[in-house]
Structures are given as C-alpha cells and as structure tokens.
C-alpha cells in the first residue's frame, strides 16, 4: 500500500510581503501562518507524515509552540529556490518510490479538508498525479512598452496552478533533480518528463498569501473554520 506524505517548503523570505519576518511566521487567528498549513494535513488520517523545510538561518521556527503536532518532520534544508527547498526535502524524508507526496506552500493557509480529500480522491488511482487549479477568472493582458497592453491573452482553458501538487516520491524526485531551479511548481517538472498532470478543480479559497491584501482575507477565511 501507498502512503501519503505532506512536505511543505517554508524557506522564503517573503519579499513581496514586506514584512519584518517572513511572511509564514505572521499571525493569523491566533497563530503562524504555517501553523494552519501544517494542521490541515496533520489533521488528516490518511497523511503519515508532515516534513516541513525551513531556512537554515531560519531564527523563528523555535520560538513557537510545534508540540501540538503528532506526525511533524522540520529540516532546516531550504535552498535558493523554491524547487531546490522541495529537493532537499524529499532527500530527507524516508519514502518509498510509490508512495505520494503532496508538496502544499507554507503560504497556502487555508486549504480545506473538502479540497484536501477531494484531492485525494480523484488522485490516488491516477497514473501521474496532479495539483489543485482553478479556472482563471479575469480577462489576462501582457503588458508591453510604458505601462500599456500589447495583447489580451484567451483566458479559455486557462487554470490558475495551485498546491497540493500530488505525485509519486521517486517521479516528483527523479523530475525535479533533472528539472533544475528555474521550476516554479512541481507540476512542470513532472511535465518535462513527458507526462501530463491531472488538473483537479480548486476553487479561491486556497489562496496564496502573496502581498500584505491577502492577509485580511485569509485571516477571514480562517475565522468562518473550513
Ligand atoms: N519557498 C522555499 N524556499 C525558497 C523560496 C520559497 O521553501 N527558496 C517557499 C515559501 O516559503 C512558500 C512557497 O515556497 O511557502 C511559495 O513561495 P512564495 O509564495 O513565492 O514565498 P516567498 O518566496 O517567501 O515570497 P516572495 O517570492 O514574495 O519572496
Ligand atoms: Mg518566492
């Protein structure tokens, strides 16, 4: 039988955010935002282990309260991207080549168990694997000289790629060693080995705590329990 492994990289230092600690240590509903990414999966029967990677230089994770917690892992493995944060962290955990990693951002606080096990289910069987996406909602431009448009892009079959990115161990390590740092999901490392990810239809509640506006929208998200 396959097990299932969460493994959240958290080794950013948040630049877009602009904070004065990176941005999966700030508060929200009484706790770090990687408090509640790591719950959503410690919660879960079917996660056997939760492997979190953090900086090295990290000088944060100590001075919070972890004990809550019954199947966490933190290696402080970050690298400079956050593909090689990913890499280190699949070298330390103790898996198996068919078992699954689920691979969810320390900055995505808000996943629910709906989508968690509607993730699940629609992969566990799934040949590849895949990620949670949302179709794109807004009208896409690229931008040109000054500020101004040089072309609108069709939004139609469009997906905004969100996390969990659910693949096997020995696929998503042996994808992302050849894929090198310039990756942004795992999802396209995967995909450079020729194979196609299933899409599994998110919606915007999962959120991605980018800049300081998200942070009163995931607090509130939070604050209605999911
Ligand atoms: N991450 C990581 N190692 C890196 C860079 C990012 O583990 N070298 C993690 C972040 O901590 C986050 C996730 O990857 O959980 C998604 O990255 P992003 O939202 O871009 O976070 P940051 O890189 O911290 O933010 P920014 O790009 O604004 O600096
Ligand atoms: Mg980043």
Redesign the pocket.
């Known amino acids: 039988m396959s097990r299932y492994f969460a493994l ?10 602009g904070a004065d600690q ?3 240590y700030l508060e929200l509903q009484g706790h770090p935002m990687l408090w509640h990414a790591i719950r959503a999966f410690d919660a879960h029967p079917a996660i056997s282990a939760v492997q979190v ?1 953090i900086s090295p230089e990290d000088g944060w994770w100590d001075a919070y309260d972890w004990s809550g917690f019954c199947r966490l892992r933190v290696a402080r493995a ?5 593909a ?2 990913v890499l280190n962290g699949l070298s330390v955990m103790d898996a198996e080549a068919e078992d699954w990693v689920l691979v969810h ?3 995505r606080p808000c996943l629910s168990r709906a989508l968690l096990d509607k993730l699940l289910d629609e992969l566990s069987a799934d040949p590849v694997g895949g990620i949670l996406a949302a179709p794109v909602a807004d009208t896409l431009k690229r931008a040109g000289e000054g500020g101004r448009i040089q072309e609108t892009v069709s939004r139609e079959r469009l997906w905004g790629a969100q996390t969990p990115q659910m693949f096997r161990y020995g696929v998503l390590r042996s994808a992302l060693e050849r894929a090198g740092s310039g990756v942004t999901d795992e999802a396209s490392a995967v995909e450079a080995l020729g194979m196609s990810p299933r899409l599994v239809e998110s919606d915007r509640t999962n959120l ?1 705590v ?1 800049f300081p506006d998200d942070l009163a929208l995931a607090d509130w998200l939070l604050s209605r329990g999911s």
Do not use: F
Request: hydrophobic residues 40%; without cysteine; charged residues 20%.
């Open positions: 959240l990289p958290a080794a950013g230092v948040g630049a877009r955010m990176p941005k999966q990677v970050g690298g400079a991207s956050r090689a944060s951002d320390a900055a991605k980018t």
